[in-house]
């Protein structure tokens, strides 16, 4: 296996000098095509995955939909109530919703957009500031390579991504018939989102001298232009947004309006600002040192503070800037939350079967809505969960663990000191999450009383905890892999179960759709008492395991 | 066996990741208050025996035991009496070098502040740099600092000063002396002959996770031939009649050959005869030895085993 990479790396770095003979120049460019080659070969599965699963959930959603709107009528009556800030906030301005393009775009539409930008800023990272990071640029670089090639076949593959995703989502809407102009903008605005977002990942990865702050710094900007279009959604009149939409290039794609006016001229925009991204990182890239970043390095202490250098400071110390990111997210969510409850729950309409659906058919609209955003706040906790555990396993890889367990430090404190900071991160993120939803929606309900609600969750979070440790101990390499893909599932399930048109039992056998979706629901212990129980056995294992196995450095 | 001043006591070592076999009955010794050379080519078994003595990774043959304990068992109680470097030193990015060191020694248990001051003076560090911004020989002074500074029993370096600049090397070389002086035991894997041929009492020699040769240093340069070049006035193919010699080349009137330690008198004394114009005799080289050891293409062991009287 590592001598087939070896020898296909050797093959490579032959190419790439063969083909610079035969191009004969030394231009900035020189050995882009075979840049291309490289990223393609490293990626291709990867890149495959990504196009597929998004277009993919053309077909399947339209069919749900078309089944929940077998006629006009029903399409009529569904745009009636469909414009809540609900759907305003999360998914954008139902525009269209008397047609099932129209409808297909509430569902499914901004999904697929912010998931494209993520595609595309953890590309761009990977074969950017991560390669560069790791030395292997300065390897290429040292061959007859042109300074920009490398970057620019990076942005080029990305982009190329979006161009397909973008064509396949097209194609896939005119295959179950939809309207072809609007089919197009579909795609168009998708890959446009994508396009756009490959500028601002560039730049991103120019500023930042390492990966993780490369992705911390384009993710945060991708949550912050979410928040931008959600709150010009929230203060449209009728169905034209306000002018705050201009302020986000989601908001640009989202004025494309496909299966409604289908403008083309924002693509403009969102072309614009993916190409201009892109010029002026390659221009930073001229202008600063190899593997260095635009802000400086400071100097830091002499010496590891007591509580640094002891086994529960090291870990803690070490997810500092992430705990502190994930706490703001949790606090500015939860407020954000907070503040549309009441709002959003006399809106909608309590008679409307459709409305009553999305709440998940509560005593109240208001317990309905904050059911749905302790979930959310969940979900949230849990993802912090899995990637703080998630640091164990870096440590491991990166033989930085060999070097502590080389002191007087036992595997099992070790590893335990890594899962209390996720099992006590994420019971405080749901209470803090739960007080600060009570507090900002000014009496919705006592805050203290909504903490408790959301921290129900917390047993499907050790839930996904301890399958993250059972696959710690038997399967460390592909561990990340499966919890982050079990998560994505779960979320799948717990908040969009109903569109896929799963029964309520299969929702209720997910960690999350097994929790009682309280204020709505009635309290119950029994499904948290067999989460315990199922987390406690699988977490054992996992742990047992771990002391018996070898450590795998990569 | 039943010997309890031994550092390292390794025997029939096994260890097979999935398929690939890495050990193969490995045998290892290091005696109380000895430097151990432990050599090898790339892919031998080195790093993965020193992992096994840290109890990272689970024999699936054979006995090791260091400082008379059991290295999986007794790991953590085990680890306050060793001190380890690795080859490839991986640090915190985003921690100084200085907290590295701090939390290295703490996780060690004890640490001697002022041997460790003195340290980052000899080896030019600065401690409050952050980690990512240091070279790979910077980032082997990290854990070459935190090791010499832990008052450990037993030193276990896996080529310890892959990156250090030739003048660091002095100063690993004068640290580890000093450290030998103060009755401590060391195990250096490493790749630089002269690094061993100073340092070093002992040398064991594996290849393909399997010891080939061991014993002191003094005794295994006896094993080696030694090469003679000679010129005489007949046609030196005549030579060739004289029992002893090996590998001979013949060029006119010069030649050279190899001779057994102990053919050497015979050989000479028979050499004389042809009224030798000029000769030169090298010695063996330890250079040579690892060499032979290490291109052998025949897989088995090779050699006598040496030294084994202690």
Partial sequence: MSTQTAHGRHALLSTVSVSNKEAGHNGAMTGFSTMIWFILRRNWLRLSIWALVLASMIPIVFDSQQQAFPTQASRDAYAQVANTPAVAAMTGLPYAAGSLGGILVIKIWMTLAVALAFAVTFLITRNGRAEEETGRTELLRSRAIGPHAYSAANYFVSAALCVVTGALISLLCLAVRLPSTGSWVMGASIAGTGLAFIGLAALCGQVASTSRGANTLAVALIGLFYFVRAAADLEAEGMSPSPLSWFSPIGWAQNMRAFGENNLWPLLALLGLGAVGCIFALRLESSRDMGAGMLPERRGPTRATRFTASALGLPSRLQRASLISWFIGVVVSSLFFGSVAQSMSSLLDPSNPFARNFVGGGATMLDGVLGIFFLFNALLACAFAIQSLGTARSEEDSGRLEQQLAGALSRRTWLMTHLIIAVLGSGVMLLLGGYLIGLASQGAGEPGVLAGACLSYWPAVLLMLALQLLTFGYLPRSSTVIVWGVYGLSVLASMFGGLFSLSENVIRATPFGAVPRVPAEDFNWSPLLVLLLISLALGTVGLMRFNRRDVLTD | ?310
Avoid at chain 2, 103 to 128: A, M, W, Y
Avoid at chain 2, 163 to 180: H, K, N, W, Y
Avoid at chain 2, 234 to 242: F, H, K, P, T
Wanted: glycine share 8%; hydrophobic share 40%; proline share 4%.
């Fill in chain 2, 1 to 310: 066996m039943a010997t309890t001043n031994s550092a390292i006591e390794v025997s029939g070592l096994k260890k097979n990741y999935g398929h690939a076999v890495a050990l193969n009955g490995l045998d290892l010794r290091v005696e109380t208050g000895e430097v151990a050379g432990f050599l090898g080519p790339n892919g031998a078994g080195k790093s993965t025996t020193i992992r096994i003595l840290l109890g990272l990774l689970k024999a699936d043959g054979g006995v090791a035991r260091m400082l008379g304990r059991d290295p999986w068992k007794d790991a953590v109680s085990l680890h306050r009496d060793v001190a380890y470097v690795p080859g490839e030193v991986n640090l915190w990015p985003n921690l100084t070098g200085g907290q590295a060191i701090s939390i290295l020694s703490k996780l060690h248990g004890s640490v001697d502040t002022r041997r460790q001051n003195e340290l980052l003076e000899r080896f030019e560090l600065d401690p409050t740099k952050k980690a990512r911004s240091y070279s790979k020989g910077n980032r082997q002074k990290v854990a070459l600092v935190a090791a010499l500074s832990s008052n450990a029993e037993l030193l276990l370096l896996d080529e310890p000063t892959s990156g250090l600049d030739p003048l660091m090397e002095q100063v690993f070389t004068s640290c580890i002396r000093e450290e030998a002086a103060q009755g401590r035991s060391v195990l250096l894997s490493s790749h630089i002959f002269s690094e061993v041929e100073k340092l070093c009492d002992t040398v064991t020699i594996i290849r393909d996770g399997q010891t080939v040769e061991a014993g002191a240093l003094a005794e295994l340069r006896h094993l080696q031939r030694t090469q003679i070049s000679v010129e005489i006035a007949a046609n030196a193919g005549e030579l060739s009649a004289i029992t002893g010699i090996e590998d001979l080349e013949v060029a006119g009137t010069s030649a050279k050959f190899s001779v057994d330690q102990d053919q050497l008198p015979s050989v000479l004394s028979a050499l004389a005869t042809y009224a030798p114009r000029n000769l030169v005799s090298a010695p063996p080289s330890l250079e040579e030895l690892f060499l032979r050891h290490y291109s052998d293409n025949s897989g088995r062991p090779v050699g006598v085993r040496a030294g084994e009287q202690s």
